[in-house]
Nanobody
Framework: QVHLVESGGGLVQVGGSLRLSCGVS????????MAWFRQAPGKEREFVGA????????WLEGSVSGRFAISRDNAKNTVYLQMNSLRPEDTAVYYC???????????????????WGQGTQVTVSS
């Protein structure tokens, strides 16, 4: 059974930084494409970023591009989301997700992902 466990969330002031981590077990990590999604109160879950199984390609949603970065360490079975210049609108529960089969045309679709973590809360105060 595959387990994804996020960590690193918390309360931060506007302009601050956080680094989220997601540890994966139960599956060969380097076989998995990984992604981050987020869900704010009263809103639908939305795509944040994705990274291919070997880290060779990454994608970020437009509103976080230039502020966030997604990376992975296959030796540590961990994917990261570095978040800089945080804004109040970044407040959400952040989820990591893993896909067994990755689609270049569909990586923003949460239905692509087979496994999900429990989420970690990020709150940005103004």
């Amino acid at each position: 059974q595959v387990h994804l466990v996020e960590s690193g969330g918390g309360l931060v002031q506007v302009g601050g930084s956080l680094r989220l981590s997601c540890g994966v077990s139960g599956r060969t990590f380097s076989d998995l494409a990984m992604a981050w999604f987020r869900q704010a109160p009263g809103k639908e879950r939305e795509f944040v970023g994705a990274i291919t199984h070997n880290g060779g390609s990454t994608w970020l949603e437009g509103s976080v591009s230039g502020r966030f970065a997604i990376s992975r360490d296959n030796a540590k079975n961990t994917v990261y989301l570095q978040m800089n210049s945080l804004r109040p609108e970044d407040t959400a529960v952040y989820y990591c997700a893993a896909a067994l089969v990755f689609s270049l045309g569909n990586y923003r679709n949460d239905a692509l992902y087979d496994y999900w973590g429990q989420g970690t809360q990020v709150t940005v105060s103004s």
